[in-house]
């Protein structure tokens, strides 16, 4: 039971780490194709509402992601007791 309760905290960080890490690669490639057509056309500012709006439902996405594991924490720290 001792050895439930030790992996409990190290599987919800490891995945959290692992989400923070996906999501930085996410962004990372969703503002390729909008740093490229920024680049070739005279599309800069126009393409900043659609930066913000991407990065804005990423970080939904992967705070949505956190909420769901910090629940399940409680959750399978409380059973582990």
Same mark, same amino acid.
């Given at each position: 039971? =001792?050895?439930?309760?030790?992996?409990?905290?190290?599987v /919800?960080?490891?995945?959290?780490?692992?989400?923070r890490?996906?999501?930085?690669v /996410? =962004?990372?490639?969703a503002d390729?194709?909008l740093?490229?057509l920024?680049?070739l056309?005279?599309l800069?500012?126009t393409l900043?509402p659609?930066?913000?709006? !991407?990065?804005r439902?990423?970080?939904?996405v992967?705070?949505?992601?956190? !909420?769901v594991?910090?629940?399940?924490r !409680?959750?399978?720290?409380?059973?582990?007791?």
């Amino acid at each position: 039971m =001792k050895a439930r309760r030790e992996l409990v905290p190290t599987v /919800h960080d490891t995945i959290d780490d692992l989400t923070r890490a996906v999501e930085d690669v /996410h =962004k990372s490639v969703a503002d390729l194709p909008l740093d490229l057509l920024g680049r070739l056309t005279s599309l800069e500012t126009t393409l900043e509402p659609v930066r913000d709006g !991407q990065a804005r439902s990423i970080a939904a996405v992967y705070d949505l992601v956190r !909420q769901v594991n910090a629940r399940v924490r !409680q959750l399978t720290t409380a059973a582990a007791r």
